[in-house]
């Protein structure tokens, strides 16, 4: 049955009277004399409700996905273009592709380069969403986090759990040719894991987390 209209408005009147409830809560005016002040107030206010409710942590997970899904094409492409090897760049995002297409993913263009990309960045989405999942619901986790120094051990950690799902399971499971065992791109992905895919997850993630659970 197709929604009414009528519901809309609705809901846009719900948020907007929970609102003005959290801004009545909030003493605006009893500190900040002038206006400008009182205005500054309710902006940092609404910033720190917008990252630490339950939108900003969804928030903090496209962040974190997107980030690490950059990060984690733009290092292959320099890796196997300027170190390695000297591939075109397209030849990165079809490799991808070829999980799924095989051999025939790097004959097919720009078009398998588009799949691969797409590819890439979900299962970038994806490991930021079970890191979200595994901070909010695994006690260990979540009592290693509650410190500076327990996040980055966390990040390097879930790194190499990353690596170890991409290339021990995802990737002998697909069509994908896997990087030769203790080869130089076998180490050189095993260090960029933690670093630039666990690591940003992590920090990024935490906040909004540590937000959620202190309110």
């Known amino acids: 049955m197709t929604p009414t209209p009528a519901r809309r408005p609705e809901r846009r009147g719900q948020f907007l009277t929970r609102y003005i409830f959290w801004l009545s809560t909030e ?6 004399p002038t206006p400008s002040l009182r205005i ?8 720190r409700s917008l990252v630490t409710g339950e939108r900003g942590i969804m928030l903090r997970v496209l962040v974190a996905g997107a980030l690490v899904g950059v990060l984690d094409m733009l290092y292959p492409i320099y890796l196997y273009t300027r170190v390695i090897a000297h591939v075109p760049a397209i030849r990165i995002p079809q490799s991808v592709a070829s ?11 720009l078009s398998t380069a588009a799949l691969g990309l ?18 909010q619901k695994w006690g260990p986790l979540r009592r290693l986090i509650t410190t500076g120094s327990g996040r980055v051990k966390a990040g390097l950690i879930y790194g190499l759990v990353v690596w170890f799902g ?24 095993l260090i960029w894991h933690p670093i630039g895919i666990g690591l940003p997850i992590a920090l990024i993630v935490h906040e909004g987390v540590s937000s959620r659970f202190r309110s």
Do not use: C, K
């Not at 003493?27 to 900040?32: G, H, L, M, R």
């Not at 797409?118 to 890191?131: E, V």
């Not at 991409?166 to 992905?189: K, T």
């Open 27 to 32: 003493d605006v005016s009893s500190q900040d």
């Open 40 to 47: 500054t107030r309710i902006m940092s206010a609404t910033t």
């Open 166 to 189: 991409m290339n021990i399971i995802v990737v002998p499971l697909s069509r994908a040719n896997p990087a030769p065992l203790f080869s130089l791109s076998f180490f050189l992905q």
């Open 118 to 135: 797409l590819l890439h960045f979900t299962i970038a989405y994806g490991w930021a969403i079970l890191y979200l999942l595994l901070s």
């Open 99 to 109: 999980g799924l297409l095989g051999q025939a993913a790097f004959e097919g263009g």
